[in-house]
Each structure stands twice: as C-alpha cells, then as structure tokens.
C-alpha cells in the first residue's frame, strides 16, 4: 500500500495507538511519565481510593521541584533542614510517601540529580526520540525538542497514566513553524520563540501540534531547542516537536537512562525514520525570517506582547482589534507602563535567571558571560536558579558561580522558583522582574508582580545595569 | 462521579476573554493535596476588585459561568477545574476553551459548552435577570425567552458526563489490547523498557 507522506508527529502518533475508536480518538500508549509534588498527591489519593496500582512504574519518574525552596537543603551536618511553609512541607513529604508506597523511581529533594522535571527528564536520557512523554505541568512540551511528542496533562490524566499507561485523544492539528537564515548578534532560541509567539499569537496554535523546521532550528544545540519547544504551550498548542538529527542522537548517548549497547544501534534506526518525510503537509505552515528576528522581551502580561529591546511601549491604540485594544490597556496599567516609553528605560528591581525554559548549562554560560566583569546594579535584587543539580555542578566546575557571585547575584538551589509565586521566592507587588521564565500572566510571579520575560543574556543585561537593556551593547 | 444530564439556574454574566487559570485559581492555592475546598480561592484576584460578578449576591452559588475566548488558558492545572467545581458551577460557556481546561473541566463532570459570541452575548444579557439552561439531552442552551442555541459535544465524553462514568475504569477494561501494545514496544522498542532504565534512579538521602 503506497502511504502518503507523513509528519513526525504523524508518524510518532501512529506508533502509539493502542486502539482507534469509530469517532477518531485513540487509546494512545504513554512511553514515559514525569511525576512532580504539585499535581500528583490527588491522583495517587485516586488510585488509593480505587485500590488500583501503577501500571508501570518503569515508565514513570517522580521528582519534586515546584514548592522547593532554593535555599540550602541540609545544615552543616548533612541534615535535611526543614521546609518552612507548611503546605509545601505536605505536598513534598505526600510525594516521598506515595512514590515509596506506589514503588515509583524517584529522585528526592536532597539527591544531586534534582531538579526542575523538564530539565532532569531530557538530563537523565529518560525523555527519548518518538516517545510519548507526558507529566502534569504544560511546559511539558520542552521534551518535543528531542522529537518526543510530550504535553502537559491535567491531574485526573496523571491518574489515568498511572493506572492504565495510557491517554484517550484526538488527534491535532498539524502546524509547521519554519525559521530560515541567519540569526542576527545576540540573538538567541528564546528570542526565537518570543519571535514566534508574538506573530502567531498566545491563542494561535490552539488544537495544532506545532514542529519546528527549518536551518535556523537545525543548527540550534538541544538546550536551545528545549527553550523553544518549552513555550509552544504559550502560542496554546498541545505540543511542539523538532525532528531527532545526530545533534539529538549526540546529546542523549551516554546518559544514564538511554538506550546502550544493541538497544542504541536498534533505537537510532528508528529515530532517524522519523523524520517528517518530504512532501508531507501541515495544516498550516509559518515562516519565519532569522533576519527579523531581534533580542526581544514582553511588555504586557500575555506572552504574545512581545517587542524588539530597541522598540517602545506599544500604545492600546496601535492594535487594530477592539479586544486586544482592551487587553493592551489593562496590561498596560497592571505593568505600570506608558505608551510611547522606550523599553531600555524601565528600570528592574528584580531578575530571575531560572525555570524549565531557561536553566540549563548553555544558559547560564551566556548569562555569566555578560556578568563577568560587571556588578548588579545598585538596588536589583538578582538570582540565578540551576535547573538541576547536575546543571548547577556543571557550571560550579566551569566557575560560572564565582563569576555570578562575584558580579553580586544570588546562586541558589536548584528547582521553579520564581518562575511561579509557589515556593518562597516571588516578585513583591509593584515591582517589575527581567525574567527567563515562561509566563508573564498577571500574578505568575507574586501578586501583583510585574514581569518581563527575556533570554538569560538579556536578564543578566538588564541586572547589571538595573533597566532593560540591549545585551549587543554589552557583548564583546 | 455524578451523572450530569442538565445544569440550569442562574449564571455568572462575565464575558470576559482569555480568563487563564492563574485568574481561575491563583498558585498559592495548589498546594493542596486533596480536590476538595478550592473553591474559597477560586478568582481571588478578580474578588479583589468591588463590585465584581463573583460577589454580587445575585449570582451567588450559580451553576453556570459565562466567558469570553479563550477560558481556561495557561497552565494545565487541574486545580482550575477543582475550584470551579468546588463553587458549584456545572457548566461554562463560552466561544472557545483552552484545550487542555475542556479536557479537565470533562473530567470533573463540568461540561465546557462552547457557543458563538453573539450567543455568549445574548446569554450574558439574560443571565442578569433570568436563569439559563444547559441541556445535555438535546445539546441544546435555552433561556425562558425562546432563545435555543445548539451545541455540540465530543459524543464519548457527552456519555461519560451524563452517565458519571470514571474513565480509568472504562479504561482498565481494555487491558488485553494494552497488554498486547507492550507484547509489540518489547519486541519492536526494547528500549522503552529496557534494563537501563529500570531503577537507576535514584534515591536521596532524605527518601522516607
Ligand atoms: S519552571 Fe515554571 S514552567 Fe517550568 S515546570 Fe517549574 S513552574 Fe512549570
């Protein structure tokens, strides 16, 4: 039978029903599922209350990390100190409880391999190529990076994994967003990913799976592409995915819970079928200039208001639709901003270095290597927050830490942080934060926070010089 | 969970657009462990404001919420259906849902009605004086003035609504055919299951 030409997605999608119903939707087979404190103590309560069990507890990985403090962990001694918020301390000691009463692996608070879930899965090998990979957290998607087909799913949906291994869906959408030529100075993958929320907008992948294709994809290094398959949940699609290439292969080999031996050789023939065949089609296609493409930032409190450093405050008026109108004044007055102010002149108090988007070891390089030489400025409160263990030792060996420290940042534990108001580190209200983080809804980062989000570059830019910054400026 | 079949009574007459789920319910809430008793934290920050629909006496205890595009947008936590539930509502209406806010709000016998604006609209109007009501039967939303708009719903998770069935139950009942899947990913995908995954991983100092 002559096939027409499928997708990735397509392809990753077909090789995982389990059953078809007359109506579409499948019984889709779950490869991997990411467990954290947040979202999983009312699905275990489920099973409990069912008597039922975890079906595979080798296809699952618990590890806590957005109620932790980033603070240190054990006293002098070697002993866990006590977590201060009560409702924190439950949720973590309900997850030690239930992974051991489930028999769920699991990486504890207090191992070096902690860290934030989207970070330790792809670290740890356990997110692989043409996996299914789900967890309760919707920047579930950063795993698309390595050619998984991963989102987030809600609690009843961890419920329904643990029980059974598998999801009832339908079928996306596909879009391809394809970025072509060459990335000016300066510019990063989340410039990139700002770049393509902003034209498709916070709503415009709603129902798509989006892939990402084109040279400028290509070339970027994994982290990169997990920072751009990390947001595609805010242009509101299920999920994003970059085909698996030898950068992935390169990547994934060796770490400790990928494929070895003969396992590997059997594991890169598949992946590398996998790529989106020639011809195939997408619902819908976006292309995307590297060109036009500038270090960018959001100014409003949705990610699509997204805006060139060297650009202004939109006025409410420029936006030709009368909602949009509305919800740029709103944001304007929640951001405390007016019309016409160029970007480069709002002063920060805060910068949060941080989060699932923007954590890992490439990150933290191009932040220290603005911070180097430089100091925070007077009156900035500044933190950089590993996105593992690992990630944090890794730049502790290349003395990224001294160089954090010494410019005057805060170099903390390693988990979510300030990237949501749930854990003690939150933006006070009224004051405004250069952020790497994912969302800047209203409240994300503490009620009544204000916040910008921008690359690791860009927010150690805006630390050093205490306002939103151009980082070409401050770059060799 | 309880059969749903029709939701009728008042309605909140909100509108508003894409309402994310950190304006549902704001994260200081989700630290719970269990579903219940969210519904205290449910639009805090919208509460925060006088005059607000959530507060109006009027409306207290309805049903139905009535929004704008978008509802539900943001995170995929399932807190945001737990709090609505929680306060009683039974159904929202609104032009389009976030997709994975529908697939919660199903889930916890919420039915997510999706209508065009001029019906939001029009229903906004009539929920400030008069009841609305949400019709599973027929897939249909009347109002005591002749208005009837017709919805449709995804037709498993429509049974699933009005019969209260738990879906990790239904699914169990397929296990052979899941059984079979995993015959096929160890012959074809070894990997999945491999040896080196099983329990490398892992366990701090600190496991209890
Ligand atoms: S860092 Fe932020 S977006 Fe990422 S998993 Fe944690 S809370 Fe979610």
Not at chain 1, 326 to 347: H, I, W
């Amino acid at each position: 039978m002559a096939s027409r030409p499928l997708t990735l997605y397509e392809k990753v999608w077909a090789a995982h029903v389990v059953e078809r119903r007359d109506d579409g939707t499948c019984l889709i087979y779950i490869d991997r599922h990411l467990v954290h404190e947040v979202t999983s103590p009312q699905a275990f309560e489920g099973l409990r209350a069912a008597g039922r069990r975890v079906r595979r507890p080798d296809l699952t990985l618990a590890v806590p990390d957005h109620n932790l403090p980033t603070t240190a962990r054990v006293d002098a001694e070697g002993r866990e100190l006590p977590i201060a918020d009560a409702e924190s301390a439950t949720q973590l000691s309900a997850l030690r409880h239930n992974v051991s009463e489930f028999d769920v692996p699991y990486i504890d608070a207090l191992a070096a391999e902690q860290g934030i879930v989207h970070v330790v899965g792809p670290e740890q090998g356990f997110t692989l190529p043409g996996t299914t990979v789900v967890c309760g957290d919707s920047h579930t998607s950063a795993h698309g990076a390595l050619g998984a087909l991963a989102f987030g799913i809600g609690t009843s949906e961890v419920e329904h994994v643990l029980a059974t291994q598998t999801l009832l869906l339908s079928p996306s959408k596909t879009m391809e967003v394809r970025v072509e030529g060459k990335l000016g100075f300066g510019v990063s993958p989340k410039d990139v990913i700002l770049a393509i929320i902003g034209r498709i907008g916070a709503a415009g992948g709603t129902g798509y799976v989006i892939e990402y294709t084109g040279n400028v994809i290509r070339e970027m290094s994994v982290e990169g592409r997990l920072t751009v398959a990390n947001m595609s949940i805010e242009a509101g699609a299920r999920a994003g995915m970059i085909a698996p290439d030898d950068t992935t292969f390169a990547y994934i080999k060796g770490r400790p819970m990928a494929p070895k031996g003969a396992d590997w050789d059997k594991a890169v023939a598949w992946w590398r079928s996998l790529a989106s065949d020639p011809g195939a089609t997408y619902d819908r296609t976006v292309i995307i200039d590297a060109a036009e493409i500038a270090p960018a930032l959001t100014w409003g409190t949705s990610p699509e208001d997204v805006v060139s450093i060297t650009g202004t405050v939109p006025a409410p008026d420029s936006f030709a639709d009368a909602s949009k109108r509305e919800a740029a004044q709103k944001s304007l007055d929640y951001m405390g901003l007016t019309p016409g102010t160029r970007l480069q002149d709002v002063p920060v108090q805060h910068v949060f270095i941080g989060s699932c988007t923007n954590s890992r070891i490439e990150d933290l390089r191009a932040a220290a290597a603005v911070a180097d030489g430089r100091h925070v400025a007077d009156g900035v409160r500044a933190m950089v927050v590993p996105g593992s263990g690992l990630v944090k030792r890794q730049a502790e060996a290349e003395g990224l830490d001294r160089i954090f420290v010494t410019a005057g940042f805060e170099w903390r534990e390693p988990g979510c942080s300030m990237c949501l108001a749930m854990n003690p580190d939150k933006v006070p209200p009224g004051e405004r934060c250069a952020s790497t983080s994912n969302r800047n809804f209203v409240g994300r980062q503490g009620p009544g926070a204000r916040t910008h989000l921008l690359s690791p570059a860009m927010a150690a830019a805006a630390a050093v010089t205490g306002h939103l910054a151009d980082v070409r400026e401050l770059m060799g | 969970m309880e059969p749903v079949r029709t939701v009728s009574g008042k309605a909140y007459p909100w509108g508003a657009k894409n309402v994310d789920t950190d304006v549902i319910i704001p994260a200081h809430w989700l630290k719970t462990i269990t579903r219940a008793g969210l519904g205290r934290g449910a639009f805090e920050t919208v509460r925060a404001q006088p005059g607000n629909v959530f507060d109006d006496p009027d409306y207290a205890g309805s049903p139905i919420l009535i929004a704008g595009d978008n509802f539900g947008c943001g995170s995929s936590r399932e807190h945001a259906a737990w709090a609505l539930g929680d306060m009683g509502i039974k159904a929202v209406i609104a032009p389009s849902f976030s997709d994975i806010f529908s697939g919660n709000a199903f889930k916890n016998g919420i039915v997510p009605v999706v209508l065009p604006q001029e019906a939001v609209d029009r229903l906004v109007e009539v929920a400030k004086t008069d009841e609305v009501s949400v019709d599973l039967e027929t897939m249909t939303v009347t109002t005591p003035f002749q208005d009837r708009f017709p919805f449709s719903l995804d037709p498993f998770r429509r049974q699933c609504l009005m019969e209260g069935l738990d879906e990790v139950g239904l699914t169990l009942a397929r296990d052979t055919a899941i059984s079979k899947y995993e015959a096929m990913l160890d012959e074809h995908r070894p990997w999945i299951a491999g040896e080196s995954n099983a329990r490398t991983v892992v366990e701090g100092a600190g496991r209890t």
